[in-house]
Every structure is written in C-alpha cells, then in structure tokens.
C-alpha cells in the first residue's frame, strides 16, 4: 500500500491552487477556481496512478496460529507478498465545507502472490499462495491549512476501509491442509490490510502530499529586485480558492497605497481551473518599478537617428529657441525624463490601457561637464496593453498612442514644444517601450505545484480584472 503514498500527489490535483474563506480582511490580489470537472480529472488521474502504482509494492509480511489435526498448534506466516494485478473502478474527489476534502475509492479489487510457511517443533511446511481481495473501500478526509509563511497544510483528519471478501488459494506441500483453515486466515488477512491501508495512507499524507504541497511557491523572482507574492491570506477551503497576489520589492516591503478591488468571477465551469488576477497584482508591479526609477530615462545626441532634422544641440535649436543658441552657443543638450507616478493599469471589459505622464528636463552640457537645466516638458499619451499567458505565466505587450507635448517652464523663453514631438516619438517607439515590451515579455509566473501544467488556455478582461481559464495535466515522473 505504499503506492498509496506515492499517488496522492495527483490524486489530489484539486490542490494544485490552494484557498482562503470568502470573508477577508482585504480583498486578494489573486483567486483561483477548481471546478468539479477538475476534481473529477483529479481523482481520474490519481486513480491511473494508484493502479499502476499497486503493481511495484511489496505488502508487509504476517503470522498466525492455528491447530492442525493430529498434530497440534503450529504458527503459520504468509511472505514475499507481491500484487499480481489490480482493477480500481471508481474514486470521487468532494469539497467538504469548512474542512478541505473528501477522498473515495470504491468497487475496487486486487490480486495477492505470495509464500507461505507452516512451522512446528518437529516439522516446517511451506508452498505458494494466491488471494484475491474484492470489494475494497477507502474513505479518506483531508483537513486543509495554512502555516505562518503562507504555504498550504494537509492532514489527514480521518480514515476508513472497508473489504468485501478475501479468497486464499494455497498450493504446496499439505497446501490442501491449510486450505481447511481458509476461514480463520482469510479473516486475519483482511484485518491485516484493512489496518494497513490506513497508517500508510495517515504516512503518505504526511510524508508525501505534505512535501508536495510546499511546492505551490511563495514567492516568486520576477528580476534583481522584485518578487512576486503568492502567499495564502488564510487557511484554504477547495470551493472559491483564493490567494494574495502582491509584488513586491526585493531589498523592503514598502507599504502599498493600492487595495484590491472586489472580483466577482462569471460562473464558468467548462474548464478545469480558473484563475482572476485583480489590476492590484499589476499596479502593485508598477510602484515598485517606478520606486527603483525603472521608468526614468536620459536622450543624448549620440541616440538621435543621422538623418534627424532636429538634433540635440543649441545650433539645432536656434530657429525657434533663438536665446537658447545666443546664452550656450554650440552646445550639447540632454534630455531626462521621469514619471512622476507609477502608470496604473486600467481594465475595462475586453479593453486594457494605460495612460502615463511623462516630465522631461532638457538641460545644457556645459564645458565644464556640469549640466544647466533650461527647460521642462510634459508628455502624455495613450497606450493600449495585450496581454496573453501561456502554460506558466502571463506575459504583456504594450502599443503606445501618438504623444503630445507641451512646455511647463522655461529659462530661454516660450517656444512651440510640439516640434519636439517626433524626436520624442522616435526615442518612445524605438527604445522606451521596447525596453518595457522586453520586461512584459519575460512575464509573471503563475503559482503552480510542481509537475502541473495548463493547457486549452482562455483569457477574458474584466472590470478591474484578468479572468483565466485552462484544464490541468499532472506530469507523472
């Protein structure tokens, strides 16, 4: 019965996400759906494994006492016990509320060779031994938690089994002898695995599921100095699961201004697993960007395509910023620009966008390698966002709108900032958002146990939040 141990990990795939209680002290960031046809693929796959699981063990050995005719009391012992074939028929993976899972196999069979020895004073008998275990049942409950570093805990809270019938067939010397004892060691043998079936599945639980359990990660590195965390905000239930979805910075946890909106996920059942990732997960990522000056930006001359009719010097800029060319005759210019806020996320249904403002310092290289501010810059624009995910992660594209510019302040005197506009949008186009659309590229893991893959993917955008569906396959090893 140690397979036992070793299937459950993907008999119990419906924990491949784990869950907090509907009333939360804040809103998650992150929620995760399994439905019935997931448990169903659960308890299907867990069965697949089992079974071919049940032909690689060795059953625990045992003895008995027992009176022969004519010859007194002797003790028998059955060894070497191998099943020889196995048919498990049905398994049912429920939700049990308030508590985690129930855990059912029924109608299932089994096939025992073995060898068995007959010792007394004066003589020792021994042959082979075929049994045939029919109509077992095993009832398992599996109480579902949480620790203090956020990972999910399983114990196995109660166990029961059950067997039909038990059928010994021995063959060997005096074999037909003891077959006259069939009742009595029929009975100790079904009273063997019925205890059996239980401690090792109360050890597998322990040993194995436990283990595989803190696999679901935690946290996540997204880059050098950002993390994503996956941590359950209370202890899991198996119906409307639910996980805190916040990035974080990896040097501190600043204290984030944002909350999660309310989600009220669409009562969709056609896939196996559903996932909704409030706009919190996402503007989340974007204080922390903007926090380590991600967005900031510098524009030199050296960066301004050959054949540029504006470049970035005092000469260039003299037919319409005549005192700038007059106070720093032949002059480099830098251009530094920043975000003043982190760029939020805004999602609408089937729409997503985000609209940043941008201020840029334009300031003079002078000789002496100091920089001279002269003017400022606003910059705003639209720009609408893709986003896709894949067996593992979400990943994003964005595709900025035309910019407008427009002067804040000036030291060299008012001028027409629009005619800076295509230099702006080059730069933009070619270098700022490709910088960001390489980021998006690498993606946000999602929080999966390991061996579990998603596939047939759907993805709908909502009112401040992404809704996911896939079905689940378990990669046995």
């Known amino acids: 019965m140690g397979a036992l141990a070793r299937a459950l990990p993907s008999i119990l795939l419906a924990l491949l996400l784990t869950s907090t209680p509907e009333a939360l002290g804040a809103n998650p960031g992150l929620v995760a759906r399994i439905t019935d046809k997931g448990l169903q693929y659960a308890a299907q796959e867990g069965l697949l494994a089992l079974q071919s699981e049940l032909l690689r063990i060795t059953l625990p050995d045992f003895t008995g006492d027992l009176r022969i005719p004519h010859v007194g009391r002797g003790r028998y012992e059955f060894h070497s016990l191998n099943i020889h074939s196995c048919e498990l028929l049905h398994s049912a993976l429920r939700p049990v509320p308030g508590q985690g899972l129930s855990l059912s196999i029924s109608d299932s069979s089994i096939r025992v060779q073995g060898r068995w020895k007959v010792r007394k004073s004066f003589f020792k008998l021994q042959g082979s031994f075929d049994v045939s275990v029919k109509g077992i049942s095993i009832s398992v409950n599996l109480l579902l938690g949480s620790e203090s570093s956020g990972r999910p805990t399983v114990t196995a809270s109660s166990c029961s089994s059950d067997i039909a019938d038990v059928e010994v067939d021995m063959s060997g010397d005096l074999g037909w002898l003891l077959?006259?004892?069939?009742?009595?060691?029929?009975?100790?043998?079904?009273k063997v695995l019925e205890s059996r079936i239980c401690e090792m599945i109360q050890k597998s639980v322990s040993s194995d599921l436990q283990p595989y359990l803190q696999t679901l990660p935690v946290t996540t590195e997204i880059d050098s100095f950002a993390d994503i965390d996956y941590s359950l905000v209370e202890a899991p239930r198996a119906t409307a699961q639910m996980l805190e979805g916040e990035i974080f910075h990896r040097n501190h946890r600043s204290p984030v201004t944002l909350l999660a909106a309310?989600?009220?996920?669409?009562?969709?059942?056609?896939?196996?697993?559903?996932?909704a990732i409030s706009d919190y997960v996402f503007n989340t990522?974007?204080?922390?960007?903007?926090?380590e000056g991600y967005l900031n930006f510098s524009i030199t001359d050296d960066m301004i395509p050959p054949d540029s009719n504006i470049r970035l010097t005092t000469k260039s800029f003299?037919?319409?910023?005549?005192?700038?060319?007059?106070?720093?005759?032949?002059?480099?210019?830098?251009?530094?620009?920043?975000?003043?806020s982190a760029p939020l996320l805004n999602f609408s249904p089937g729409n997503l966008?985000?609209?940043?403002?941008?201020?840029?310092?334009a300031f003079v290289l002078l000789p002496s390698s100091s920089k001279e501010p002269v003017f400022r810059l606003s910059v705003a624009t639209?720009?609408?966002?893709?986003?896709?995910?894949?067996?593992?992660?979400?990943?994003?594209?964005?595709?900025?709108?035309?910019?407008?510019?427009?002067?804040?302040?000036?030291?060299?005197?008012?001028?027409?900032?629009?005619?800076?506009?295509?230099?702006?949008?080059?730069?933009?186009?070619?270098?700022?958002?490709?910088?960001?659309?390489?980021?998006l590229a690498e993606g946000f893991p999602l929080p999966l146990l390991k061996r579990v893959q998603l596939y047939d993917l759907g993805l709908q955008i909502h009112k401040d939040f992404l809704f996911l569906g896939a079905n689940v396959q378990y990669m046995r090893v």
Do not use: W
């Open 179 to 190: 077959n006259l004892f069939h009742n009595q060691i029929e009975s100790k043998f079904q």
């Open 262 to 275: 309310v989600m009220s996920l669409p009562e969709e059942h056609n896939k196996m697993v559903y996932f």
């Open 285 to 291: 990522a974007s204080l922390v960007y903007h926090e």
């Open 318 to 340: 003299r037919p319409f910023v005549p005192r700038l060319a007059r106070l720093y005759p032949n002059m480099n210019l830098e251009l530094q620009g920043s975000v003043p």
């Open 353 to 361: 966008s985000v609209d940043p403002y941008m201020e840029i310092d």
């Open 382 to 439: 639209n720009v609408s966002a893709t986003l896709t995910f894949n067996t593992s992660k979400i990943t994003g594209f964005l595709k900025p709108g035309k910019v407008k510019v427009e002067l804040k302040e000036s030291k060299v005197g008012l001028f027409n900032a629009e005619l800076l506009e295509a230099l702006l949008n080059y730069y933009i186009l070619n270098t700022f958002y490709p910088k960001f659309n390489d980021k």
